[in-house]
């Protein structure tokens, strides 16, 4: 199993631009999630699916959408990037929790810098 | 007030030496716990989930106490190779599926 992959793993936008960030598992995850990382603020959720076709907001959602419309697949798309969203992007997948097999695998990550 | 609160360190240490980290917990709701180890530049890694009666992986030890809302991990006889960064998570009981973290505790192992 490739477990989860992420692309990019590096971009550079323009303010304004827009991009997706592709994320992709092949271990059957209900759960999905999509955090941001900066220093000094540990991992922020951005938003989360808990299965194909439902999708909710973490702690961080302004600025990104999602979508689920496959069970291994939950691309992030920045609408219009801002330098504010410079930041180290990591995509994670889980069982569903309540299974007893909810701990988060990661992927490698996006290092996006907005300029 | 976030949901989990950790001590971000430093923590340095020598080689051998015993460490402990400490977390503690909002929501006397959330289910599961887990130690997460972080490189750096790369993604986090679970390191071991924390159950009730306490577990232990080799030299770490990770023990869970629900009545001050609080998980420790214990590394002992540290390595060189055990520098990194430590997350703590808990798994929310008020939204399902949603892992917490904390910020993370950087340790130093130095020879």
């Known amino acids: ?115 | 007030r976030k949901e989990v609160e950790q001590d971000p360190g430093p923590f340095n240490v020598p080689e051998g030496a015993t460490v402990a980290f400490n977390c503690t917990y909002s929501n006397s709701a959330s289910q599961s716990f887990f130690w997460y180890r972080q490189d750096c530049r790369k993604e986090p890694k679970l390191l071991m989930s924390v159950y009730s009666s306490g577990n232990e992986d080799g030299r770490f030890t990770a023990q869970l106490n629900r009545a001050s809302q609080y998980i420790s991990l214990l590394i002992r006889d540290s390595k060189l190779s055990d520098s990194a960064t430590y997350l703590c998570a808990s798994l929310g009981g008020s939204t399902l599926g949603r892992l917490y973290f904390g910020r993370g505790t950087q340790l130093t192992v130095w020879p």
């Not at chain 1, 920045?78 to 410079?86: H, K, R, V, Y």
Request: neutral net charge.
């Open chain 1, 1 to 115: 199993n490739a477990g989860v992959t992420q692309t990019p793993k590096f971009q550079v936008l323009k303010t304004g631009q827009s991009m997706t960030l592709q994320c992709a598992q092949d271990m059957n995850h209900e759960y999905m999630s999509w955090y941001r990382q900066d220093p000094g603020m540990g991992l922020r959720l951005i938003h989360y699916s808990v299965g194909a076709g439902i999708t909710d907001q973490g702690e961080v959602p302004n600025g990104y959408n999602v979508s689920r419309s496959t069970t291994e697949d939950f691309p992030l798309r920045l609408l219009s990037a801002a330098p504010s969203q410079t930041s180290v992007y990591f995509c994670a997948s889980s069982y569903r929790p309540g299974t007893g097999l909810a701990s988060q695998y990661f992927g490698p990550g996006t290092r996006l810098l907005v300029l």
